[in-house]
């Protein structure tokens, strides 16, 4: 088959990659030149495990095309699927003004029928908007074309989107057109071969889905970190909670790990379109409000430790930051709970030193150049480089290589005694007790 993805970020460029992969014929469209001059020659705009590969692969054996020109890709496809940001807006709801400028791109270029697919999360109703505009084009282009608009909302997680966009659980088609039906049938026949994935719905139905699977998740980790904070005042190991309802497989373990917050460029912004949603019809978000409050009074978590130990100025003091990046596997720092942790530090005097694996290009941009030119804060190159000299180690990013570091090296770089506050749990309190190490987690009996 023929198709175009329209924006090459995250989900787009995993999207066109991975069917390119299937043997169709991808356009992927995207306004930034720089991002598609860099895909030409072969360099990825985002870091993303195994998709380097599929890209190089299929870019090669001429399956993968990239363009700043929708017109290229139109003439050769009927099939456009919509992969663009939904940023937030002030108020929280979604930001659709890049989805309704591709619809009307689509309109202004298309010769025959087509089918548009809104991948991008979008709230309820947006198919119809993205319907007019691609109509609305047309017309004033004099032209009458049937257009379907299929929602098929993505459910990948960054750090392991080649696989769950190959092997996914469900594969959600949003449509009451039986030819739409029938081609997304056939494009997606290959990634449900073994049993039936495709679960099939109204296109309302489907816009739906995406935000109620994402609040669900963010619900989880906000009643998790609830409990953990009730766990700190009565004197219990949250981890012991963790998993004695896990086993409960109407729980089960996933989503209930305490934390530093959730952050990334999806369950922050999804739950705060949700409520926008919610409000405009009169429904008060009474459960998704309280989810979003939990997450930020959790991003201050490690924080508030921090003061709780070192007092409230922290001028004179490092601290080595472990993981910048909103989870491990990807180099976005959407809503990265290490942003607001850094800030604070740095704005109570203290200095940072930082890494992560993959995300340090991306914080350069996110933080104030000044902090980094005057050394307030310092990206190493090295995990432990970050510990030198410094007060205390602060895991945010449960990254492979941090979760069973060498105690002792940890021990002889920091100050004495060596603190470590644990942003994930990741580490054994008994275990780095014995070291001599003072640890602090989430939840687990070391109220300050
Ligand atoms: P992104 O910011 O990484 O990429 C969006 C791309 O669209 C950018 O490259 C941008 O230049 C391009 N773009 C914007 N306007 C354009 C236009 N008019 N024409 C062509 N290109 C244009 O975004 P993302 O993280 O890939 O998210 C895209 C959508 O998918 C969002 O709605 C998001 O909520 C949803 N989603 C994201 C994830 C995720 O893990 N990132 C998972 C599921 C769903």
Redesign the pocket.
């Known amino acids: 088959m023929k198709l175009a993805v ?7 460029l995993v999207t066109g990659a991975c069917f390119a992969e299937m043997g169709n014929s991808v356009w992927c ?4 030149a720089e ?1 598609i001059e860099g895909l030409k020659a072969g360099r990825l ?2 870091y993303e495990p195994g998709l380097d590969e599929i890209v190089e692969r299929n870019a090669r054996e001429g399956r993968l095309h990239f363009t700043t020109q ?1 017109a290229d890709a139109a003439s050769a496809c009927d099939l456009f699927f919509i ?4 940023p937030p807006q002030e108020d929280g709801s979604a930001d659709l003004h ?1 989805v309704l ?2 619809a009307r ?1 689509i309109g202004a270029v298309i010769e025959r029928d087509a089918i548009v697919v809104d ?4 709230p309820v109703g947006t198919a119809e908007l993205v319907k007019a505009e691609v109509e609305a084009a047309l017309a004033a282009r004099g032209k009458s074309l049937a257009v379907a608009v299929v929602s098929n ?6 750090g392991a ?1 080649i696989e769950d966009f190959m092997r996914p659980d469900r594969i959600v088609v949003g449509t009451d057109d039986e030819r739409a039906r029938s081609v997304m049938a056939e494009l997606y026949a290959p990634f449900n071969r073994s049993h039936q994935r495709v679960i099939y719905m109204g296109v309302r139905d489907a816009e739906m889905t995406k935000y109620a699977a994402n609040a669900m998740l963010a619900t989880k980790i906000s009643f998790m970190n609830e409990i953990a904070t009730l766990c700190e005042q009565y004197d219990v190991d949250v981890e012991k909670v963790r998993i004695g309802i896990g086993s409960d497989s109407r729980i089960g373990y996933h989503f209930i790990y305490p934390g530093a917050g959730y952050g ?3 369950f922050p ?2 739950v705060k379109a949700l409520v926008q949603m919610a409000r405009r019809v009169g429904v008060e978000p009474l459960v998704l409000d309280a989810v979003e409050a939990r997450n930020a009074a959790q991003k201050q978590t490690l924080l508030n430790k921090i003061v709780a130990r070192f007092g409230e100025s922290l001028a004179g003091r490092t601290f080595g930051v472990w993981g910048l990046a909103f989870k491990p596997g990807t180099d ?1 720092m959407r809503e990265a709970p290490s942003i607001p942790l850094i800030t604070g530090l740095i704005e109570r005097g203290a200095c940072v030193k930082a890494y992560d694996p993959v995300a340090i290009a991306n914080a350069q941009k996110v933080f104030p150049q000044d902090w980094q030119t005057e050394e307030r804060l310092i990206f190493t190159t090295h995990q432990y480089g970050a510990l030198e000299g410094a007060d205390a180690m602060v895991l945010v990013t449960e990254w492979k290589p941090f979760r069973h570091p060498d105690f002792e090296a940890v021990k002889r770089l920091l100050k004495s005694p060596a603190v470590i506050f644990d942003g994930r749990n990741q580490y054994d309190p008994e275990a780095l007790a014995r070291e001599g190490i003072v640890y602090y987690g989430i939840g687990r009996r070391n109220r300050l």
């Open positions: 329209i924006g090459t970020g995250y989900v787009g469209v995207d306004i930034d991002k705009p985002i929708l992969a663009v940001g939904t890049h400028a591709v791109q991948k991008s999360t979008v909302p993505e459910f990948l997680k960054e989107a990334g460029s999806c912004k999804d976005d």
